[in-house]
């Protein structure tokens, strides 16, 4: 069983920056596809960002170019760096992963099997 622990949510002004992590532990400490989605109440869940098989980058079109997803495999740990914040960023951001996603899935939140607990994101306007 994988584990997934977010950390590093908070409120900023807008145009501030923040960066989350995602800690991954368990039986498979390494899936191939790491994550980032958010939710807001009454929405579904939205995708942000994710790095497929460790070297493609993709992200949601709201947010190319502000947020950048990384991984330090060494740390078992994938980051959320977010610039020029947003109030419309304000959300919770879930952490996810998976070990058999194809390229074309990745921004299907039904088709990750781990997820972290979530962490609050607020932007003040």
């Known amino acids: 069983q994988v584990q997934l622990v977010e950390s590093g949510g908070g409120l900023v002004p807008a145009g501030g920056s923040l960066t989350l992590s995602c800690t991954i532990s368990?039986?498979?400490?390494?899936?191939?596809?790491s994550a980032w989605f958010r939710q807001t109440s009454g929405e579904e869940r939205e995708f942000v960002a994710a790095i497929w098989r460790g070297r493609t980058t993709i992200y949601a079109d709201s947010v190319k170019g502000r947020f950048t997803i990384s991984r330090d495999n060494d740390k078992n740990t994938v980051y959320l760096q977010m610039n020029s914040l947003k109030p419309d960023d304000t959300a919770v951001y879930y952490c996810?992963?998976?070990?058999?996603?194809?390229?074309?899935?990745?921004?299907?939140?039904?088709?990750?099997?781990?997820w972290g607990q979530g962490t609050q994101v607020t932007v003040s306007s």
């Open positions: 996810a992963g998976d070990t058999t996603l194809i390229l074309s899935s990745v921004r299907n939140a039904r088709n990750y099997d781990y």
């Open positions: 368990g039986r498979t400490s390494y899936p191939y596809t």
